[in-house]
């Protein structure tokens, strides 16, 4: 078992949620981090946890971005933190599934996350750099994020499902020079 360094600069967590029923909104976060322990045999996790400052949120839209963070939405002044921690790993690298507790906005609820290791290979520094993807859909409603506005032609103006996409590139050894 190794226990993988995270590399944030290659890394991202990204979502995107319905704006006015038909059209999307994407965006991410900025600042996180993650511990991921793997079974060197099989690059297959063993364990996963991951924080993420919620004031670090960026939709490209610094108005948005300020009312994402406010009390209608992630509310970071008081939750400042969302996090994810594993309660257990399934399959094969090619198709993972990883079950666990995700905390927004002070609500805990189980999410799981279909999962794949995406690949791994040597950089130019001889580090060993393993990347795996993921990815959930997960009802805002359900972390206690119920703001919005009803449209005047029918529908809301944010809607509930929130689709996660998440990129961890992590280094499993430095060379010695």
Known sequence: MTTLAFDLAHSSVDFSVRHMVFAKVRGGFKKFNADVTIDDKTNVPVSVKAVIDADSI???NADRDGHLKSADFLD????PTITFESTSVSGKPGSLSIAGNLTIHGVTRPVTLAAQFAGEGKDPWGNERVVYEASAKINRKDFGLTWNQTLET?????GEDIEITITLELIRATAVA
Do not use: E, S
Request: glycine content about 16%.
């Open 58 to 60: 960026d939709t490209m």
């Open 76 to 79: 970071a002044a008081q939750f």
């Open 154 to 158: 029918g529908g809301v103006l944010v």
